[in-house]
């Protein structure tokens, strides 16, 4: 009994945000969090294409753009993009507007704008589409982010590891106070994690800039899923 007594002490001195959410029995306990990973060489990249033009008047800025999106919806066709992979229904136009210093108004014309993501199952084209992207007349490749087509399973098997790595603790603790681990009294699922493999940094997305392209050359990390979980197990009196 001491020890458990020992061990419910050691319990009430941990830091709140680690029970934080999770629900407490007033009997003997232990809360424990296990940890979860999983990775894999991204097969898929979601790319963001902005497009701008300018004009006199809204109506040909917005005629303008529009080609240009159309040009790349069609180049899509070469690259086997599926009709749900493409999403290109972001507009918006606007009068560039200075002031002189006399506060009087001065109208640049107007400007419309469209942002197009794209998802492309095959990253190993990702250099020659970003060539058509900008063929067709994208201003910007505002971001690039690489992924799995089985992230599912992916997260699953983290969430898996998760919870026998909060198990193998809370065995592990319990036997180092000389007391048996009981049952499972609530779980709080904490939080997802997606990250790529470009620094020991946590990142959902990846600029695409000079310093990681060479030659046309993409480096492509290797992208994890992270999942971790919150246990309260009861201890055997």
């Not at 701008?52 to 080609?67: E, M, N, Y």
């Not at 994208?138 to 971001?143: H, M, P, Q």
Request: aromatic share 6%; with cysteine.
């Amino acid at each position: 009994m001491r020890s458990t007594h020992c061990l419910m002490l050691l319990l009430t001195l941990l830091p709140f945000p680690l029970v934080a959410g999770t629900p407490l029995p007033d009997a003997p306990h232990i809360v424990v969090t296990g940890e979860g990973k999983t990775g894999a060489r991204p097969d898929s990249a979601s790319i963001t294409l902005d497009f701008s033009q300018r004009a006199t008047q809204p109506l040909p800025a917005k005629q303008a753009v529009d080609q240009q999106v159309n040009a790349l919806l069609e180049a899509t066709a070469r690259f086997d993009v599926a009709a749900d992979g493409v999403r290109a229904s972001d507009l918006r136009t606007e009068e560039d507007v200075d002031y002189d210093d006399k506060g009087r108004r001065i109208s640049n014309g107007y400007v419309a704008e469209r942002s197009v993501v794209v998802v492309l199952k095959d990253v190993e084209r990702l250099n020659a589409f970003l060539d058509a992207a900008l063929a067709a007349g994208a201003d910007d490749v505002s971001d690039v982010v690489l992924a799995s087509t089985q992230a599912d399973s992916l997260r699953a098997s983290a969430k898996q590891q998760a919870v026998e790595n909060a198990r193998q603790k809370a065995t592990e603790m319990a036997g180092a106070f000389g007391v048996a681990l009981g049952g499972v009294y609530s779980i709080d699922s904490i939080n997802s994690r997606y990250a790529n493999a470009w620094s020991g940094a946590t990142l959902d997305r990846v600029q695409v800039t000079g310093s990681r392209s060479e030659g046309g050359r993409y480096l492509q990390p290797r992208v994890e899923y992270s999942e971790s979980v919150s246990v309260v197990f009861e201890l055997k009196r």
